[in-house]
Each structure stands twice: as C-alpha cells, then as structure tokens.
C-alpha cells in the first residue's frame, strides 16, 4: 500500500468530475484508489503501486511548472505511463508559458503520436500511415500553422486526390471550386480548428493557404511551403511520383493515408502503397505507422478499428 499527498488546492483537476479520473486509474492501471481530501492510498501489485505514484508525481510537477490540466490530460497522461512506464509527461505537455501557435492546444495524445511531431520536426517529407482518428492530418495541420506563424514557411498547401468511395468529380454539380469541395472539407474542418476562420479566409484569399485537388500540382514547383498530402491511399503511382517530386527548397511535405481504406479501381495499385516500398530506404524521410491503440476519437472508435481489423485479418487467413 502507498500514501501520496496531494497539492489540496488542485485536487478537482486531478481526480475530475465525481472522481472519473481516478476511476479510470483505478482500471487502467489495476489497482484500488481511496481518497482523504487530498490523500490518496493506492493498493495493488508493488509494480503497478509504483507506477501509480510515479503518474501522480509527474502530474504533479507539471502543474508546479505552470501547466494547467484540461480535461481528460489527467486519462492521457495514465494511459501514456500505462505504454512506457519510463516516459516523462513534460515530453507530453508543453510549459504554461510556452505559446500557443494554434486556436487549440494541441498534445500528443499517445507514444505514436510524440514519434510524428518528432519526425515532422526533424524530416522534410513524413509518411504519417494508419487508421481513421489516430490524428494523422490534425496534427500535421498544427504543425503546418505553427510553422507558417513562426515564419518557417511562407505558405501551406493542403491536397487530396479527387476519388472518393467510386464518385467522380464530373457528376457534381457546380463549377470546379463547387466540385472539390466535398472532397476538401475535411482539410478546411482541421484548418478552422486550428486557426481563427476569419484569418484563415484572410489566408486563403490572398493565396498563403491554398486547399487544392492533387492534380492542381502537376507542373508545380513548391518552394518555402508545408504542403499536406491527406488520403494518399488514393493516389495513383504516377501522382505520389509526381507529388513528391514537386518539394522545393525549404519546404516540408507530410503524407498522410490508411492503407485498409483504397477507393481506387481494383486494378490500380495505391501510390502510397508503393511508395512507402520504393522510398523505404531513402535517407531524410520519416515514417511513422499508427494503430487502434492511437485513436484518439470517442472509444468506441477505437473498439470499431480492432474489429474491422480482426474481420480483415480473418478473411484474409480464410481466403
């Protein structure tokens, strides 16, 4: 059994509403969790005791460093500890007088997620690959605005390839900007949470943010910018080919995708899945691969994913 004194003054941000956060210690971590205001005795395997104390304490040097705890960091910061017991949680949440770049805070919410801020940080062209909610192009879209706001770069381009679920562009009504549109508007929903969508209409007007379909790239030559290829899966060959020959001098690319989602014709081959084959090897690219454990949407999401995984894994074996 362990006792850990708490600072009594933040006791509502550490243990959340009706004690949510600490029930979910309690399960995360296997052990039994009693409070006397702000005492807590925690009970279990000596090892998982430890890392229990070592959560609280790290919890509470973070908020003597000025960090104020949103909801649900106490649960991400568990679930951190619960991957890698010998994380440190600064690595996790910025400084409280660190600033703020974008509308949103924006923290990595898992040890995949720490690895793709690192390798957007320290590589010019990023693979970002794996399943819907693991966060893949809103944390490139906040790296992208923090970069243009520091003045690293002088523009963002976001792309996407224009097929979606069998539908062609053609059969749209509308002029072209009508048309794209739909196959854009997630880039636009990560872009506006990010960033004031007053300024960022400011942006788009004048040109420093540019939200186009993949084939407006062709013939381009993208110097000075952080350009985000989102939905790559969907690209042919000839396209990724022709999207990662288009990076100028300082400028960064991030390409982001989920492999198990091609709306492609069954005959073509997915230029992100050839390309993460052919470029493997090549010095000064990242790559980082996602999986259901970094789904940071509702659960349930998560719970949806490992299915769907499991169903393919099955099918795959039984074929």
Do not use: C, W
């Amino acid at each position: 059994m362990r006792t850990i004194a708490l600072p009594a003054e933040r006791i509502d941000m550490l243990y959340g509403a009706h004690d949510t956060n600490l029930k979910h210690i309690e399960s995360l971590l296997h052990v039994d969790i009693r409070t006397q205001g702000s005492q807590l005795t925690v009970e279990g395997e000596p090892a998982r005791e430890r890392l229990t104390e070592r959560l609280f304490d790290q919890l509470r040097v973070l908020l003597d460093e000025g960090y104020t705890l949103s909801n649900g960091d106490v649960k991400t910061a568990a679930e951190l500890l619960a991957e890698n017991a010998e994380l440190d949680l600064r690595d996790y949440f910025p400084k409280g007088g660190q600033r703020q770049a974008t509308r949103r805070r924006v923290n990595p919410k898992s040890v995949n997620q720490r690895k793709y801020l690192e390798a957007i940080e320290q590589f010019d062209i990023v693979f970002g690959v794996g399943p819907a909610g693991t966060g893949k192009t809103y944390l490139a879209m906040a790296q992208a605005v923090t970069a243009l706001v520091a003045k690293k770069v002088s523009r963002i381009v976001l792309a996407r390839p224009a097929v979606e679920a069998g539908e062609k562009l053609g059969f749209l009504p509308g002029d072209l900007q009508e048309k794209v549109n739909p196959y854009l508007r997630p880039l636009y929903d990560a872009l506006f949470d990010m960033m004031d969508s007053e300024k960022a209409g400011r942006l788009i007007e004048r040109g420093v943010i540019e939200v186009a379909p993949l084939a407006f790239m062709r013939g381009r030559t993208l110097n000075d910018a952080f350009v985000i290829l989102d939905e790559a899966q969907n690209t042919t060959s000839e396209q990724m080919k022709m999207f990662l020959t288009r990076l100028g001098f300082g400028s960064k690319a991030v390409v982001t995708g989920d492999i198990t989602q091609i709306d492609l014709p069954t005959a073509r081959m997915s230029g992100l899945v050839e390309a993460l084959k052919i470029v493997r090897d090549v010095e000064g690219i990242g790559f980082v691969y996602f999986d259901d454990k970094d789904v940071v949407r509702h659960k349930l999401v998560q719970q949806i994913v490992k299915a769907y995984e499991a169903f393919s894994n099955g099918s795959r074996s039984h074929g």
